[in-house]
C-alpha cells in the first residue's frame, strides 16, 4: 500500500502521496540542475497548493538522509542516485503537476539569483524618492541607474521591475551607450 500523504492545503489533482512528492523534489532539483535555498524549495512546491508543507519538509529530509539530496552551503543539490530517481520515475507524477511546479522554482530560482545581483536603494527627496539600482557580480558594480519617482509606491515597482528586469535595462542601456570597434 502506497504512503498517503498529509494533504491539507493540497489542491485537487495535488500530490498525495509521500512518494510522488520525493520524486517531484528530485524532477525539479535535477531539470533546474541548481542549488536551492530551503524555503525557496518548500515555496515552489506549495504555493500552488501542488504539496502540503509538512509534507514537503519531511520528503526533503528523507531525502537528504537516503543519499538523493545533498545540502551544500544552505542549499538543496541532487546527487547522482536523485538524478537516477527524477529520470526513471518522473512520469509517475502527473505532467501538470510536474510543470507546473518546475515553472514556479524556475521563477523562484531567477528572482533568488536577481535579488543576489540587482540591488536597489530608496532615498527619500523632498519632492519624492531616488531609486538606485545597480548590478554587480564578482564582487564589482558592473551597471548603476538612478532613477526619479514621485512617491513611495511608484518608487517600489521601480524597486520590483529592476530587481525582475534589471539585466535586460542593462543589455538595452549598454547597446545604445557601447559604440561597435568598427564603427571606431
Known sequence: MENRAFTAGVVPGGLTTHREIKILICCILATLDAPFRHDMLLDALTMEGMV??????DAISELINAGHVSELDGRYVITSTGREIAELLRTDVPLTVREKVL????RLFRRQVNL?????????????????????????????????????????????????KGADIMRDAL??????????
Open 52 to 57: 502540503n508543507y509538512f509534507e514537503a519538509a
Open 103 to 106: 515553472a514556479k522554482a524556475a
Open 116 to 164: 543576489e545581483q540587482h540591488h536597489v536603494e530608496i532615498m527619500p527627496r523632498e519632492d519624492g524618492f531616488i531609486v538606485r539600482g545597480s548590478i554587480s557580480d564578482f564582487g564589482s558594480e558592473l551597471f548603476a541607474v538612478e532613477v526619479y519617482a514621485p512617491n513611495r509606491l511608484h518608487a517600489e515597482n521601480i524597486r520590483d521591475n529592476f530587481i525582475d
Open 175 to 184: 547597446s545604445r551607450l557601447v559604440v561597435p570597434a568598427e564603427e571606431l
